[in-house]
């Protein structure tokens, strides 16, 4: 019962039934109607119809002498309708009516045009008057015409009834197949994790909602294929430091290594590589599910701008790289959380000072859009080769694994970088043409 479908044909069913009764409470007024009349004068013209019949009589008695007893024995020919507000009459070809109350009477030739002619083998012979009547037809006669009416309303009715209510159920059956199908596509998404597209048919929202359920399916597929990835980077990520402290312990256990402070402390890197790890992939997950607690307060970006550049000066002179700012005169305040933007400022230095060979240069840039504050590190390394760019923010994307074992990075910073930003409704981009010596630039935009 609870189903679309039969609710559905309910409806069409309830729409028909009330149909028919309204046709069956105006069908009294239609004999008074013009379209009424055009029925019954097809009616009288159809094979074996009573203009049939007339010729017939006119051939077999050669004129229309006795007419009137031939009508009289067919009153159901003459009145029309069930309260018989129109009848019919005949006239001969000269416009002399023959049959009905005003026998004698002759009719104007102009309003002969409008009638029914009856022609007996090519002669014209008379003709067949509908007429708008006010005269009550005998009861019993009466009845007979409103049961002929309305016997044939009740078969229409039905036949109309039958078939509404069969195409209901086609078409509600064809409406909610789509629904249906797509019910079960998302059980299976549910329980077997098979992600499937459903083909795009049937009505607009129908079609819609398979379309809407495609892009989820493919979403929630990538989001499972991102998932499964970054658990194998993480188990990828913890198993090198693991296995170097595993071997290096069982050296010293097995007395190959000595249990000297060198040895511990190569052991105790790999630990802090670990703790660094961990920390990492605890903050990211943490911005992208939303739920890191930013501690938003007012602050000249200005200002923090220049102590992350000062804090790298003099690990910039030490690679020998020239590490310079470039910052606004009046102060840039943004209402922000001054420690994680400080870290992610200091990551992207600590990236261009890890990329830029000696002698090379960095710049980092603060200036203001309308709204928005731009902090730019640019700076003169190696660059971004094109088709690495897309994907540098991304969990564990490195662009070259041997080398940037060397800076200690696990792929993690930029990822975290991105969240961090994107956590206070900033964007942050990078652009590099990929030339050594040119470099590349990192852009974060942050609401003012
Ligand atoms: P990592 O911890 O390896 O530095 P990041 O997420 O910070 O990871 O950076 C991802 C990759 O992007 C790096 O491995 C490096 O290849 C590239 N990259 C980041 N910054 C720069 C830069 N300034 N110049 C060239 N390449 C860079």
Same mark, same amino acid.
């Given at each position: 019962? $609870? ?14 039934? !009330? ?8 069908? $009294? ?33 050669? &004129?229309?002498? %006795? ?41 104007? +030739? ?55 209510? /069969? ?12 629904? &249906?199908? /797509? ?14 597209? *459903?083909? !795009? ?19 929630? =597929? ?21 296995? *170097? ?9 097995? %007395?190959?290594?000595? @249990?000297?402070?060198?040895?511990? $402390? ?16 605890? #903050? ?5 599910? &939303? ?25 910039? #002179?030490? =690679?020998?790289?020239?590490?310079? +700012? ?39 840039? @603060? ?26 923010? #991304? ?20 990822? !975290? ?17 990929? !030339? ?13």
């Amino acid at each position: 019962m $609870n189903r679309l479908w039969i609710r559905l044909s309910l409806v069409f069913g309830a729409v028909i039934v !009330i149909t028919s009764i309204v046709i069956a409470l105006t069908s $009294n007024l239609l004999p008074q109607t013009e379209a009424f009349r055009g029925i019954m004068r097809d009616e009288i013209n159809a094979p074996g119809g009573l203009m049939e019949n007339l010729r017939a009589y006119y051939r077999e008695h050669g &004129s229309w002498t %006795d007419i009137t007893t031939f009508w009289e024995q067919r009153p159901e020919s003459f009145w029309i309708g069930p309260d018989a507000k129109l009848t019919v009459s005949v006239l001969d070809a000269d416009g002399s009516v023959l049959t009905g109350k005003s026998v004698g009477d002759i009719v104007p +030739a102009s309003r002969l045009d409008n009638m029914l002619p009856i022609v007996v083998d090519g002669v014209l012979r008379g003709y067949v008057q509908i007429e708008r009547v006010t005269l009550q037809p005998p009861d019993s006669l009466n009845a007979v015409l409103m049961q002929r009416l309305s016997h044939t309303l009740l078969n229409i009715t039905l036949i109309v009834a039958g078939i509404s209510l /069969l195409a209901g159920i086609v078409m509600s059956r064809s409406l909610t197949a789509p629904i &249906s199908r /797509l019910a079960a596509a998302a059980r299976a998404i549910g329980s077997r994790k098979q992600y499937q597209q *459903v083909q !795009i048919e049937g009505s607009k929202e129908v079609r819609d909602l398979a379309q809407a359920f495609n892009e989820m399916s493919r979403d929630l =597929e990538q989001a499972e294929r991102l998932r499964r990835n970054l658990v194998a980077d993480v188990a990828h990520e913890l198993r090198t430091p693991l296995t *170097v402290l595993q071997g290096n312990l069982q050296a010293i256990l097995d %007395d190959v290594y000595p @249990l000297s402070k060198v040895e511990i $402390n190569r052991l105790y890197e790999q630990t802090r590589l670990l703790g660094r790890l961990v920390n990492d992939l605890h #903050e990211l997950s943490q911005a992208e599910a &939303s739920q890191l607690k930013l501690n938003r307060q007012p602050f000249n970006l200005a200002e923090l701008t220049a102590d992350q550049v000062e804090l790298f000066g003099s690990l910039a #002179e030490q =690679e020998g790289i020239k590490l310079t +700012a470039d910052l606004p005169a009046q102060p840039l305040t943004v209402k922000a959380d001054a420690a994680r933007l400080a870290q992610v400022l200091g990551n992207l230095i600590s990236n261009a000072l890890a990329h830029t060979p000696s002698g090379g240069s960095v710049e980092v840039s @603060l200036s203001s859009e309308t709204d928005r504050a731009v902090l730019t590190v640019q700076d003169s390394g190696e660059g971004i080769p094109n088709a690495h760019l897309p994907y540098i923010f #991304e969990r564990f994307y490195r662009v070259d694994s041997s080398r940037s074992r060397r800076t200690g990075g696990a792929g993690l910073g930029l990822a !975290i970088a991105r969240a961090f930003v994107e956590a206070h409704g900033g964007t942050i981009s990078a652009t590099s043409d990929g !030339i050594a010596g040119k470099g590349s630039a990192f852009t974060i935009k942050l609401p003012l």
